[in-house]
Structure formats: structure tokens, C-alpha cells
Nanobody, 120 residues
Framework: QVQVVESGGGLVQPGGSLRLSCAAS????????MGWYRQAPGKQRELVAA???????NYADSVKGRFTISRDNARNTGYLQMNSLKPEDTAVYYC??????????????WGQGTQVTVSS
């Protein structure tokens, strides 16, 4: 069984920083792409940032230059460093990971989400 668990959300003032973590655990053969998504009230879930197992990254235009995605392959853990936070970054942030539990089988796993609130 595979679990993906996010942590690190909270309340922060505009201009502040937060670091989210996403830990994958269980009977894992390999973790491929990892991504961070967010969903604000009344809006659709959107991709914030993604990273391949080789370290290639891509970002939503709205977070470029402020957010940095990274990963520790040895620990099956991904991170999202969020700087210069704005009120419009307020959302539930979800981690998604493409995980193989055996050769030839890859599935998407989602975490439960972590709330990020940017407010003074």
C-alpha cells in the first residue's frame, strides 16, 4: 500500500514564506514525476509546479520566480518552497506522485491536502 502525505501548510502574512513537504511511503518500486496542485474555494484545481525524477521542473506563470520545487529521491520526498507569498496563493495544496509498485505499473497517488492561508 502506498501513501502520500503533505505537511507544512499554515497561516502566513503576505510576503512571507512556507515550505511544503510531500512524503511517499509504502511498497514503492520507483517514484517518477511529482507535482504540486492547489485549489482555492470556488475554483478548479490547478498545477502549481512539477518535477521529473531527473530534476526537470516546470511552473505555473503565477508562481515563477517565487516558488521552487525540489525532491529527495533517496527519501521519496518532494518539497515546495514558497516565497513572497500573496493572498491569492491561499488554497489547499495537494501533492501528486506517479508511483510504481512493480515493474510496468505506474499509478497516480494524491495526498490529502494541506491548507495554505496568506493573510495579514
Amino acid at each position: 500500500q502506498v501513501q502520500v502525505v503533505e505537511s507544512g501548510g499554515g497561516l502566513v502574512q503576505p510576503g512571507g514564506s512556507l515550505r511544503l513537504s510531500c512524503a511517499a511511503s509504502g511498497s514503492i518500486f520507483a517514484v517518477y514525476a511529482m507535482g504540486w496542485y492547489r485549489q482555492a474555494p470556488g475554483k478548479q484545481r490547478e498545477l502549481v509546479a512539477a518535477i521529473t525524477s531527473g530534476g526537470n521542473t516546470n511552473y505555473a506563470d503565477s508562481v515563477k520566480g517565487r516558488f521552487t520545487i525540489s525532491r529527495d529521491n533517496a527519501r521519496n520526498t518532494g518539497y515546495l518552497q514558497m516565497n513572497s507569498l500573496k493572498p491569492e496563493d491561499t488554497a489547499v495544496y495537494y501533492c501528486n506522485a506517479a508511483i510504481s509498485v512493480r515493474i510496468g505499473s505506474v499509478n497516480d497517488y494524491w495526498g490529502q491536502g494541506t491548507q495554505v492561508t496568506v493573510s495579514s
